[in-house]
């Protein structure tokens, strides 16, 4: 295990202009590329696809900004030093979303609900959206893969998973596939996903044709997370699954002797449930979010990804649900926790 760190949250003021509240409990967002658009989905299979207007958001901003400099009505202190805001009281735009009607998103200019739909029966299990922007694929519980168009949320293409892996699931008619992960590749025309039984299924993105599976990489324990490794190749990914990390090709399954491919990790004694590279271009520092509320450090050049080599406590009794970059070339990402908070990390080098 690596050394433990000391605490390099940062204190932060900054307050939301716009909050969406949703009647049924939400699984997934996504925001498109390159336009102001919120995709997400719903624990009910629903799917709903807004456009903000960032222009007025802004305008908006401006015009509150003196009344909420005035605002001194905080939480206090954190374990991790960073402080806790109380919003109740705070002006910003809040937004019902409530995909069998009463969206009262349909009334304001700005935000518009572009569509909304029942995607799938029961939950809507994981969600993306393409490099361009122009489709947005779903997996439901149903296990019912569909790629439809962003704009019109028109499904263009739909397979039934268990039909496709027939021939991976055959011999055990036991086994129940739950897809856990789905991401779309940003270079090739690619969608990986993983289970809960720790299998990848790399599928085309354009037919939703199954290229190639990877199985048992986690030693049966679910994929939590998938992280494209694009700086050592375009078809080199990390999964996350229970207590180890994992690093693989997404064309290989096994080697020309009939060995696994698959490089994993030491045992973490704990669970690590998401994970994301500082910088994804250099592909340096990889964080991993924990489920004691630590955030763990990794160096792919300096053990292969053998182990973690420091730590950084970020919430106590909490975990670490999901972590992004903050891509402001700061060092710096931003972890959600179990706590309702956000904590943005500077993550300094070893």
């Given amino acids: 295990m690596g050394r433990k760190k000391n605490k390099t949250t940062n204190h932060s003021e900054v307050l939301p202009i716009l909050e969406l509240k949703y009647s049924d409990p939400l699984f997934d967002v996504k925001l498109h590329p390159s336009k102001p658009i919120i995709i997400s989905s719903l624990a009910t299979g629903y799917v709903t696809c807004h456009k903000y207007d960032p222009k007025q958001l802004t305008s908006f901003m401006q015009s509150v900004k003196r009344k909420r400099e005035k605002y001194t009505e905080f939480a206090g202190e954190t ?3 960073a402080t806790s805001v109380n919003t109740n009281n705070v002006l910003c735009k809040v937004f ?28 809507v299990r994981s969600m993306c959206v393409d490099e361009n922007g122009d489709y947005v694929y779903t997996i439901g519980s149903d296990n019912i893969l569909k790629k439809a168009n962003t704009m019109d949320g028109k499904v263009v ?4 998973l268990l039909t496709l892996l027939s021939d991976d699931h055959s011999k055990d008619e036991s086994t129940v596939l739950k897809i856990t992960k789905l991401v779309k590749s940003a270079k090739q025309p690619l969608l990986i996903l993983g289970d809960e039984s720790g ?9 939703l044709s199954l290229q190639n599976t990877i199985h048992n990489i986690h030693n049966g324990d679910a994929i939590n997370d998938l992280i494209p490794f694009a700086k050592r190749s375009v078809y080199k990914y990390i999964s996350l699954g229970q207590t180890t990390l994992a690093y693989w090709d997404s064309r290989k399954s096994k080697d020309k002797d009939g060995e696994s491919k698959i490089t994993v990790s030491d045992d973490q004694e704990d669970e690590i449930l998401c994970g994301t590279f500082v910088n994804p271009e250099n592909g340096e520092v990889l964080v991993c979010g ?12 300096k053990n292969q990804l053998q182990d973690q080599l420091s730590r950084i406590k970020i919430c106590k009794n909490q975990s670490i649900d999901s972590v992004v970059p903050t891509l402001q070339d700061d060092n710096c990402v931003w972890c959600g926790c179990s706590d309702g908070n956000v904590y943005k990390v500077n993550i300094k080098t070893i």
């Fill in 96 to 123: 019902t979303v409530d995909p069998r009607g009463n969206d009262s998103s349909n009334a304001t200019s700005f935000l518009t609900l572009m569509w909304k739909t029942r995607r799938h029966k029961g939950s």
């Fill in 79 to 81: 374990a991790t030093g």
């Fill in 290 to 301: 924990m489920g004691e509320g630590i955030l763990t450090i990794w160096k792919p050049n």
């Fill in 199 to 207: 299998n990848v299924y790399v599928l085309s993105s354009k037919d």
């Fill in 157 to 160: 293409k739909k397979i039934n």
